[in-house]
């Protein structure tokens, strides 16, 4: 008597504890065992390129603040970047290093929150979360004493960033970065040797050299893969190449791996924040800039090393004060192509820890 | 390092949890006790210092979502002034544009954060609302001389 | 109390029970029965607002603390929110089953607490198979489960019943032999007589017993590392997910009910029950169970959680052969040195245990793929 099974289709819905956001993948199961997932999103697009064409270029940074509300400085410092390629505009040291040291501090914060809702993904009942989250309140303390507001900064400016930091900035700051290591070493003490993290986490999800490049994965992702690129080494912007620091790598690109770079380029965050506080010099903080900018006509293309992955700005204009067309390559869709792939022949509970690593922020995938 | 799982790394992830158990906890107990905001805080409201005006309406040209509308005309001695000044506390987004539009620094956010009302018209407030008087809070944004005043912001850090 | 003595035993005779209950088989019953259900209803909201706290401890953040003073009254809300939802049966369930599942569910984790002893003798009756009833009487609640599971025409919930008969079906047989070890050493069933045969308490005696006994038992009552039946990240509350209302208070004080039992029936077993210097002994016995509980909670905040072919790979291949391993060197000692004294019986149990753990640890792989750092 041969035995008859079926597969069924399991929703994975738009409303999901473990989805980060709302995004959607139809599973169709044989048992426990996922044979296809076809993911569906776009329950979040809100027009921004288009809205972004009706306004001029200092409005729109409000805009890129919204794409990934997680790491909302590295947006505005891609999108003033495209612009003042576009029109040639040139950027004082001090306003340089500022810039730099508000993009480290969000990379850390953005790794903190990563890790953190990975394991919470896995199932330890939101503990490690709320530590990460007591030191990311401490960057969101900082982020508040300069620029007033702790989730969408709107903070730089074409040319430069738009207030200098106050006194009682560098002294906290100061002790914050001295207290983090012990922290990260502590968190590490937690999970490191741990049994239970390490079965769940280990050789599941692996993603093979050839596959990350052929998926144009970029970020934690294409390094824990084992393929050393990082924009700010490969094509420096700003002023990176003042800096030493190098760049972690994984062995295999299974989610384990990524789970270590990030925690490992955390550590050179810090490091290239210490090397910033020494070096930066007195001066001015915006070059003057006519309040509507006409560049002239051409075309742009503006791209840093997000947390997330290389997040690019691609920016044309007709010589008007509107952009004729603003289009951003967000790092989380791109990475997400690879998602198929890695999910065909797991259980669902890999699932939701392959989808947590991978650490995607919704408001970019749907703009 | 080879991988001994006997329960080793259990044992040690649960002491770092026994450890954060003894620590003090750091939740505040609001309203009880309310911790100092940042002086430079882009709270829920406009403040506008009429005298200074010169109803120039740069403000509501650099606002990005259209939430300021001014109608202004001349007066007797060919003047500008406002006429209406409508401000919708519901569709702004507190970036602070309009703050820095300003050429006469007339306008402010305010360290306020507890506006919620019960209805969206409440929320619709015209010029006389947002006027500048002493019981409204002004924020040091753009605006050194308020940022003086200001007591400091506490932060996690100091509290340990 | 002399009413009773007076009036009714020329009615109902029976024999007497402890010497200083009132005598009367009926009136011994009846009172018992009544303090019982206070004792599991108050017990119950205790846990509820004890778990609460301290895992927001473990989390460095001030639990609930509004309603009351310190936040005492925090169950009793929650009671009354559960009571004053509405009760919505959906509409393709298998009405019968759908309705009776919470009740199967409940009435066998009460049904424990009969024969557990809170001082000397005070039972509520002290069977002479005490733990073999225990044992029979709470594989019972796991049907209630898998019919919520197959009742609710939801296929989360399917997965859920599914991974609930693999665990708990498996993690049956390490739980019973473990527990052979201790009636080994105490020679009878009845839970009163164990207690009253510890003179060293049986953890230090069996210190394997006691880790086999806890993780099977965990894996029993749904707690973290094995509360994947009703994970909320992958299958959203998994057989309660179309339940509300009176029935899901009936599923939440299961699962309540089956760890205060746990940790009561620990405590009696291992750590010697209501045993203790100076105290009355309901005192001992209250501080042990919360102790035993707050271990659990420990447990709960810091670990993650297993995939199911883990879990299982875990009880077929780790605790299996460890228990079995236990009860052969239990019954060794007690047949050849059975007037050796106790306590150098516990230091060489506690050597040989050791040694057990870590190399059954090198020979053992969870998935069959091997894990090297």
């Not at chain 3, 527990?179 to 060293?200: D, E, K, P, R, W």
């Not at chain 3, 057989?239 to 405590?267: D, P």
Request: some cysteine; charged content about 20%; overall charge positive.
């Amino acid at each position: 008597m041969t035995l008859r099974t079926e597969t069924f289709i399991l929703n994975a819905g738009p409303q999901h504890p473990s989805t980060h956001g709302v995004f959607r993948m139809r599973f169709t199961l044989d048992g426990e065992v996922i044979q296809d997932v076809e993911p569906v999103f776009g329950y979040l697009h809100r027009g921004i390129e288009k809205l972004a064409e009706g306004l001029t270029y200092s409005q729109d940074i409000v805009f890129t603040d919204r794409l990934d509300y997680l790491a909302s400085m590295t947006n505005n410092q891609a999108y003033v970047l495209a612009v003042e390629k576009l029109a040639g505009i040139q950027v004082p040291e001090r306003a340089e290093y500022l810039r730099v040291i508000m993009a480290e501090l969000m990379r850390i914060s953005s790794h903190l929150m990563a890790v953190g809702f990975l394991l919470n993904d896995i199932g330890a009942f939101l503990t490690p979360l709320l530590y990460m989250y007591r030191e990311r309140e401490k960057i969101l303390d900082l982020y508040d004493m300069v620029c007033g507001q702790r989730l969408t900064y709107n903070y730089m400016r074409i040319g430069g960033v738009s207030q200098d930091i106050p006194e009682e900035f560098v002294p906290a700051l100061k002790r914050f970065i001295d207290s983090l290591p012990r922290f990260i070493k502590e968190y590490e003490q937690l999970l490191e040797t741990n049994e239970i993290v390490l079965i769940r986490t280990k050789n599941v999800g692996t993603l093979s050299k050839e596959s990350a490049i052929n998926y144009s994965a970029a970020g934690p992702v294409l390094r824990a893969s084992g393929i050393k690129w990082d924009i700010r080494k490969a094509d420096p912007y700003s002023v990176y190449s003042r800096f030493k620091f190098e760049i972690p790598t994984g062995i295999k690109g299974d989610v384990y791996d990524r789970y270590r770079v990030r925690i490992e380029e955390m550590h050179q965050s810090i490091a290239i924040i210490k090397q910033a506080m020494e070096q930066i010099p007195q001066g001015e903080i915006q070059t003057k800039v006519s309040r509507v900018l006409k560049p002239a006509k051409g075309e742009a293309y503006g791209r840093i090393e997000g947390p997330k992955g290389e997040l690019g700005f691609y920016l044309v204009s007709d010589g008007g004060t509107n952009p004729y067309r603003l289009h951003v390559r967000p790092p989380s869709l791109i990475n997400l192509t690879a998602l198929r792939e890695l999910l065909i022949g797991v259980k669902i509970a890999d699932a939701m820890a392959i989808f947590g690593s991978i650490d995607i922020c919704v408001g970019e995938v749907d703009r | 390092m080879k991988l001994k799982n006997y329960g080793e790394g259990i044992v040690k992830g649960m002491a770092v949890t026994m450890k954060n158990a003894l620590r003090r906890p750091i939740t505040t107990q609001y309203p009880e006790q309310k911790l100092n905001v940042s002086r430079r805080t882009r709270g829920n409201q406009l403040v506008w210092n009429k005298e200074a005006c010169i109803a120039c309406s740069m403000c509501a040209r650099a606002c990005p979502v259209n939430c300021i509308t001014m109608v202004t005309s001349r007066d007797e001695n060919k003047k500008l002034k406002v006429d209406k000044m409508d401000y919708d506390a519901g569709v702004c987004i507190f970036c602070g544009l309009c703050v820095e539009a300003c050429p006469q620094k007339c306008l402010f956010l305010s360290t306020d954060y507890e506006k919620a009302r019960y209805s969206r018209k409440d929320l619709q407030l015209t010029k006389e609302d947002i006027l500048m008087t002493e019981k409204s809070k002004p924020s040091g944004y753009y605006s050194p001389e308020h940022e003086a005043k200001l007591p400091i912001q506490t932060l996690l850090i100091d509290r340990k | 109390m002399s009413i009773f003595s007076n009036v009714i035993p020329t009615v109902i005779h029976a024999a007497p029970l402890a010497p200083d209950w009132p005598s009367g088989f009926w009136s011994h019953l009846i009172i018992f029965v009544v303090i019982l259900f206070i004792f599991y209803i108050f017990m119950a909201m205790a846990f509820i607002y004890f778990e609460r706290r301290v895992i927001s401890r473990f989390q460095i953040r001030i639990g609930p603390n509004r309603i009351g003073p310190f936040g005492l009254f925090q169950p009793v809300a929650d009671v009354i929110k559960i009571l004053i939802k509405e009760d919505i049966i959906p509409g393709n369930v298998d009405k019968i089953i759908y309705i009776l599942a919470p009740a199967v569910a409940v009435v066998p984790s009460i049904l424990v607490f009969a024969v557990i002893p809170f001082q000397n003798g005070t039972a509520l009756i002290d069977l002479n198979i005490g733990i073999l009833y225990i044992v029979a009487i709470s594989s019972v609640s796991t049907v209630g489960l898998v019919m919520a599971g197959w009742s609710s025409n939801n296929k989360y919930a399917l997965i859920s019943a599914m991974r609930i008969i693999a665990q708990v079906v498996s993690y049956e047989i390490p739980m019973a032999l473990a527990i052979l070890g201790v009636v080994l050493f105490s020679g009878t069933l009845s839970m009163n007589g164990i207690v009253q045969a510890q003179t060293v308490p049986y953890i230090l005696l069996q210190p394997l017993g006691f880790v086999i006994y806890f993780l099977a038992s965990m894996a029993e009552i749904n707690r973290t590392p094995f509360d994947l039946l009703e994970a909320e990240g992958e299958i959203v509350a998994g057989f309660n997910i179309e339940y509300s209302g009176f029935k899901f208070a009936l599923f939440f004080l299961t699962e309540y009910a089956e760890a205060i039992a746990v940790s009561a029936i620990i405590t009696t077993l291992y750590l010697g029950g209501w045993k203790g210097p100076f105290l009355p002994p309901i005192l001992w016995f209250l501080i042990k169970v919360f102790a035993v509980f707050a271990l659990i909670i420990w447990v709960r905040a810091t670990l993650p959680r297993l995939r199911i072919d883990q879990v299982m790979g875990f009880a077929w291949k780790c605790l299996l052969p460890l228990a079995i391993l236990n009860l052969l060197i239990t019954a060794c000692q007690v047949v050849f040195w059975p007037a050796l004294s106790q306590w150098i019986i516990a230091g060489v149990n506690i050597v040989l245990s050791a040694v057990l753990v870590v190399l059954w640890s090198r020979f053992f792989r969870l998935t069959g793929d091997k894990v090297e750092a």
